[in-house]
């Protein structure tokens, strides 16, 4: 499958990641536009990797305009990574755009996403950049280093792990499943979905699963079972020819307001192997309206 993506092999192209802060324009209404991000990687075609920015901003953040009787927020997104070693730069523009018949409230969050495929490496820098396109002058950009993981070989990894919103039927697509990404540094509820893929779990063989939520706010507990809880399961594997095992799980817990790192553990019972990966999230502690909208290859949007 082919991912939108244009690639740029000159060395002087880098200079793109010193100067891509133009993207926002001069305007007497320049100001910044905070958002909020996660990047996530995982096993891409011929040895490539996919890489997924799931992108979010409260709508009070956003300039509005008519359309269709009601209004109209719109916005751009963009990806960039360089490799500062190989002196290649490739970047993503997508456009974003939601008619509704009034006015959001203001906390309201606006959430998308967009995914690529790039070379693993070690030097990667990358860049996020949002965008108001309503108005021009409107903007902010988020940076730093990102090395790419590289997912082929025959040792047992895990992939990133995605967090979403529960009980969705739409949002980013990997296979069969469905995930509602929402930034981690903004969930809204306690109870989410967790996703991630295994790779080169023995055929046929059993395997655990152990995932673990633990605070990482507050001085530590005298018992740490007071701050840490694990859930765990039991599988067989049954991947593809790709030898990538997807799981999807439900962790339903009570957590309050508050940091938290999870971890998910696996150990292919017929080797004894196991493999980790963590994510840390907030959990925000209160429900705060959210909607999804599908990123575009960014083209004209006519009022």
Not at 1 to 12: E, H, I, N, Q, V
Not at 40 to 55: K, S
Not at 102 to 122: C, F, G, K, M, Q
Not at 190 to 207: K, M, P, Q, R, W
Request: some cysteine; proline content about 5%.
């Amino acid at each position: 499958m082919k991912l939108p993506g244009r690639t740029l092999r000159t060395a002087s192209r880098l200079a793109l990641l010193c100067s891509i802060t133009v993207l926002t324009g001069a305007s007497a209404h320049h100001r910044p536009l905070p958002f909020f991000y996660d990047l996530y990687t995982f096993r891409g075609d011929d040895g490539g990797t996919d890489v997924v920015a799931a992108f979010a901003v409260v709508a009070g953040e956003l300039e509005t305009e008519e359309a269709r009787g009601g209004v109209r927020y719109r916005f751009d997104v963009t990806l960039v990574l360089a490799d500062t070693a190989l002196h290649s730069v490739s970047r993503t523009d997508d456009s974003v755009f939601v008619d509704l018949p009034r006015r959001l409230d203001s906390d309201h969050l606006l959430h998308t996403h967009i995914e690529v495929r790039a070379a693993p490496s070690r030097t990667t820098l990358q860049r996020v950049i949002m965008s108001d396109a309503t108005k021009p002058g409107i903007g902010q950009m988020y940076g730093g280093s990102f090395p790419i993981p590289d997912y082929s070989g025959s040792r047992l990894m895990l992939s990133d792990i995605a967090l979403g919103q529960p009980d969705t039927r739409s949002g980013w697509r990997r296979g069969d499943v469905a995930l509602a990404l929402l930034p981690t540094s903004q969930f809204p509820a306690s109870a989410f979905d967790v996703y991630y893929e295994i790779y080169n779990l023995t055929s046929g063989g059993s395997y655990t699963t152990a995932i673990a939520v633990e605070r990482i706010d507050e001085p530590r507990a005298r018992d740490d079972g007071d701050r840490r809880t694990t859930l765990r399961f039991f599988g067989e594997s049954d991947s593809g020819a790709d030898g990538a095992l997807p799981e999807l799980r439900r962790v339903e817990a009570s957590l309050e307001r508050g940091r938290y790192r999870l971890t998910a553990t696996i150990t292919d019972l017929a080797t004894g192997e196991s493999a980790a990966r963590s994510r840390l999230f907030h959990v925000r502690g209160r429900e705060r309206a959210t909607t999804m909208v599908r990123a575009l290859p960014r083209e004209p949007i006519l009022p």
